[in-house]
């Protein structure tokens, strides 16, 4: 609980919690951490529809039209109402996966993007 308050106050008061100094807001943030070109998982979950993956395949090709269909793994809720899909998407740059993560919560179909 310690450490949770710890990272609030920090998070609130912009301070650095390794030297509990405050942080510099004018610096440059670090844009990523993920190294691209790479594949990257993305999970997309909605209620169990027929079209559900299809409209999400057409999505992502919307921004990535070398996406393969094949890269991609299915899995339905316990009760059966909803659905995940895993999508290994190749991505070149941060600003192509954030336009696929935007594309995908838009969707109406789309309930949850990981």
């Not at 094949?70 to 999508?87: N, V």
Request: charged content about 20%; hydrophobic content about 35%; overall charge negative.
């Amino acid at each position: 609980m310690a450490e949770y308050l710890i990272a609030l106050d920090c998070l609130f008061n912009k301070t650095d919690m390794s030297t509990d100094k405050k942080t510099n807001e004018n610096a440059m943030p670090q844009e990523t951490l993920i190294e691209f070109p790479c594949d990257f998982p993305i999970k997309v979950m909605g209620e169990t529809h027929a079209d559900f993956s299809t409209e999400i395949i057409k999505t992502i090709q919307m921004v990535n039209p070398g996406f393969n269909a094949t890269q991609i793994e299915m899995r339905g809720s316990s009760g059966g109402k909803y659905i995940s899909l895993t999508c290994t998407v190749y991505v070149t740059s941060k600003p192509q996966l954030d336009d696929i993560y935007r594309a995908l919560t838009r969707h109406s179909m789309v309930k949850v993007v990981l």
